[in-house]
T-cell receptor, first 111, second 114 residues
Framework: GEDVEQSLFLSVREGDSSVINCTYT??????LYWYKQEPGAGLQLLTY?????DMKQDQRLTVLLNKKDKHLSLRIADTQTGDSAIYFC???????????FGSGTRLQVQP | ETGVTQSPTHLIKTRGQQVTLRCSSQ?????VSWYQQALGQGPQFIFQ???????GRGNFPPRFSGLQFPNYSSELNVNALELDDSALYLC?????????????FGEGSWLTVV
């Protein structure tokens, strides 16, 4: 999606933390999402954050939102080989029916 | 498991043919959206159906059309298939237009056009 940008690839070692970054352009975004897609599968919602929040933590996942810089990040603590997948950032905007997705970041976890 | 089921899971069609993909939404969800995900790309919005009416459309030509039925299940029809239509087609169901954690995706239908 042209409005949401992500880096293409991230490689980490098992047990380390992973940080996946995303930038978006529409300041009226209300919700920002992180989805996980494993090979050959559909999209699994991992977490989301409302635009009036700076941070959200959910078990191993921490989402940070910097509205000023229009920057969203997903931190995965204690990354496991099962976390290897493509991670998509997406935004929803009032009045627009669709989610706008980034092109995805492929996370590779080395044993 | 999201409760959103899509069929078929895989299919191969010839250029110029027509295809129908089906989606059964999660119980109680009255809104269905369709997305196209080309290889190596993020999903792109095709259109959304709310209570059997088209409720928004992305940048896709009219040969992409849809239906929503009284039970809120949905079909995506693509006419005059082109090679570039080869992609994963994802259905998402939600209550109303969906925010927060209320948007659920199916596993998708892989379409290959040869």
């Amino acid at each position: 999606g042209e409005d949401v940008e992500q880096s293409l690839f991230l490689s980490v070692r098992e047990g380390d933390s992973s940080v996946i970054n995303c930038t978006y352009t529409d300041s009226s975004s209300t919700y920002l999402y992180w989805y996980k897609q494993e090979p050959g599968a559909g999209l699994q919602l991992l977490t989301y954050i409302f635009s009036n929040m700076d941070m959200k933590q959910d078990q191993r996942l921490t989402v940070l939102l910097n509205k000023k810089d229009k920057h969203l990040s997903l931190r995965i603590a204690d990354t496991q080989t099962g976390d290897s997948a493509i991670y998509f950032c997406a935004e929803s905007i009032p009045g627009r029916r669709a989610l706008t997705f980034g092109s995805g970041t492929r996370l590779q976890v080395q044993p | 498991e999201t409760g959103v089921t899509q069929s078929p899971t895989h299919l191969i069609k010839t250029r110029g043919q027509q295809v129908t993909l089906r989606c059964s939404s999660q119980s109680g969800h009255n809104t269905v959206s369709w997305y196209q995900q080309a290889l190596g790309q993020g999903p792109q919005f095709i259109f959304q159906y709310y209570r059997e009416e088209e409720n928004g459309r992305g940048n896709f030509p009219p040969r992409f059309s849809g239906l929503q039925f009284p039970n809120y299940s949905s079909e995506l029809n693509v006419n005059a298939l082109e090679l570039d239509d080869s992609a994963l087609y994802l259905c998402a169901s939600s209550l109303e237009t969906g925010f927060g954690n209320t948007i659920y995706f199916g596993e998708g239908s892989w379409l290959t056009v040869v």
